[in-house]
Every structure is written in structure tokens, then in C-alpha cells.
């Protein structure tokens, strides 16, 4: 099926998680607030059918890149790449494990839209749910298991000075920010959405 993002056409393979609108929020604070170039280099972690490493890339010249544990969100993407003439490129990893097995770069924006609903929000939204891959909500326990993994393991890969954005559930942005504040990050600043929901976090690595 093909959704549409930011103003482009997608392609979402049925069992890729369909991009939201509350997405646009996370892709939208990295463009107001970044001084992106085709030499700055960004990481997009969880990336989906990848809308918004491409969106970043196709808005500012950047080059991007995303990751993801899925093999079919990771062909969707490259073939989003492709059909956008985007300057962005994808590769299959799990984010809960050691990144250094695929990546050796830096990058000056880390970008991520993890799953962070817990099994019992899974449960009460089955309307929401339908339709899309049940990895791509569940987020552990207390929705946070993958912010918790990507807050430690992102200073290794960012240069100094870079900036990371997540998304999150607005009950989340407490402990999102304290648990930034924890591994090196500075100046977090909270984002909303068009009807005020707080929805995304930035953090600057100090």
C-alpha cells in the first residue's frame, strides 16, 4: 500500500509498520533545528519503512542512514530510496545489541521512533495495532527497554556536539530526559505536536 509522509508518496510492505502522523512531529524538530548539509551524516534507528531517514535527506542534502531488525522493512526502504531518489541507504541490525559489529562511523544526528507502548496499552489499542508487525509497538515491559539501550550506546556513535531526537509517548518525556541527562546528554529540549502532545525529545551530547 502507499502512504503518504511530509508530503511524499511510500511504500509500506504489509508487514512494515505504517508511518504516523505523529511521526512528522520527530522529522520536523530535526529540520527547524539542524543545520543539515550534504556533509553532515545522520543515523535514522528503528527506521521502518524508512520515511524518515529518507523525508531528512531529501529536505536538507544530508546523507542517511537506517537501520533496522527487519528484512522487510529494510527492502521497503531501500526501495523507498530508490523510487525517491533519496541519498539514503539501509541495513538489517538490532538496535538492543552492540552497533559496533555494523557501524565503525560517526554521525552528527542520531533520529529514532523506537517502539514504546507496553503490552497492556497493546492490548486496550487492538484498532491501532491491526495491520502492523507487534515488534514494531512493543517497547518491554515499561515501554522503555530500546530508549534505554539507544540513550547508552548513542554517545559511541555521535561526534562531539551531535544531537540525538526520539520519540516517545508524553508520559515518557520525564524519564526519557533523566535518563539522557544520565549518559552525557545536555540541553533537552521537548517538542509538540499540532495539538500541543508532547511527542519528541532532543538532547545535545556534552
Known sequence: MIKEFYGRKFLVAEEVFEPRRSTETLVS??????????????????TGSGVVAITIAKETGVTAEGIDISQDAVKTAKI?????NANADFYIMDVLKDWGNLKQSK????????????LDKIIKNPNIVAGNPFEAFFGGKDGMK???YI???????LNSGGKIYM???PDQIEAVKILLGNNGFEKLHVFQDSRGKK????????
Open 29 to 46: 524538530s530535526v529540520l527547524e533545528n539542524e543545520k543539515l548539509n550534504p556533509k553532515k551524516r545522520v543515523l535514522d534507528l528503528c
Open 80 to 84: 523507498n530510496s530508490v523510487n525517491l
Open 107 to 118: 554521525y552528527d544526528v542520531i533520529v529514532t521512533n523506537p517502539p514504546y507502548w507496553t
Open 146 to 148: 530500546y530508549h534505554r
Open 151 to 157: 540513550a547508552t550506546a548513542a554517545p559511541w556513535f
Open 167 to 169: 520519540q516517545m509517548s
Open 199 to 206: 511527542q519528541a525529545v532532543s538532547a545535545q551530547l556534552v
